[in-house]
């Protein structure tokens, strides 16, 4: 079945360090790949999306880029924000009617 | 407005008791969700419903039934709490069959503690 790998947290950065969060995937077909961020207390939003390989999601200074030869969708950002302090989920949907969600990261940036 | 909402948002109850968690989406989705998110953050679908209809129903104990009056609601309901019921329940919605590839919405999530 269809699976996602991300790696374990927590994370923790200096604000304006780099981020790098990995996520690998497992699909029978052409899936479309997520991030979703999840902060304190509230549900999860969309951050980012993509939906065929080399394609590049963006959003709020986040990138990803859905790299089909590596099976990859790992999650950056140039400069993390105290604000920026949430749990990252990837996520697949494989042509089904559900999203498969990794085991989620938790992000923490110090000032 | 908000797109999805679940009430209650917190839910403390005492073991074999019976409850009920409500969502509503108002944006006109068809397909609606319940994913069950442990302690650690995992994340596991429940139940999916399209229109009023059950088309995903995962390995969940007799005890969790849904109940889709309309495509706007989605409503779960359990009975004999047990304590490892304890969670964050969130609701969710989609733009139906495709939906996933547009995203999902989701509700700000109930937390279910049983004691």
């Known amino acids: 079945g269809d699976s996602v790998t991300q790696m374990e947290g927590p994370v923790t950065l200096s604000e304006e360090a780099f981020l790098t969060i990995n996520c690998t995937y497992t699909?029978?077909?052409?899936?479309?790949l997520f991030w979703y961020v999840q902060y304190p207390g509230e549900g999860l939003q969309l951050l980012l999306k993509?939906?065929?390989?080399?394609d590049k999601g963006s959003n709020k200074g986040f990138e990803a880029t859905y790299r089909k030869e590596t099976t990859s969708f790992h999650l950056e950002k140039g400069s993390v924000q105290v604000s920026d302090s949430a749990v990252y989920f990837c996520?697949?949907?494989?042509?089904?009617?559900?999203?498969?969600f990794g085991g989620g990261t938790r992000l923490m940036v110090k000032p | 407005d908000t797109a999805v909402s679940q009430t209650p948002k917190y839910l403390v109850t005492q073991m074999g008791n019976d409850k009920s968690i409500k969502c509503e989406q108002n944006?006109?989705?068809?397909?609606m969700y319940w994913y069950k998110q442990d302690s650690k953050k995992f994340l596991k679908i429940m139940f999916s419903?399209?229109?009023?209809?059950?088309?995903i129903n995962e390995t969940v104990p007799n005890r969790f039934s849904p109940k889709s009056p309309d495509k706007a609601h989605l409503n779960l309901h359990i009975n004999s709490l047990e304590l490892g019921d304890s969670a964050v329940y969130f609701c969710?919605?989609?733009?139906?069959?495709?939906?996933?590839?547009?995203?999902?919405?989701f509700g700000s999530g109930t937390r279910l503690t049983v004691v």
């Open positions: 419903y399209n229109n009023k209809e059950l088309i």
């Open positions: 993509a939906t065929k390989a080399d």
């Open positions: 944006l006109g989705h068809d397909t």
């Open positions: 969710a919605s989609s733009q139906g069959p495709l939906g996933p590839n547009y995203g999902y919405t």
């Open positions: 996520a697949l949907s494989d042509a089904g009617n559900m999203l498969t």
């Open positions: 699909a029978t077909g052409y899936p479309s």
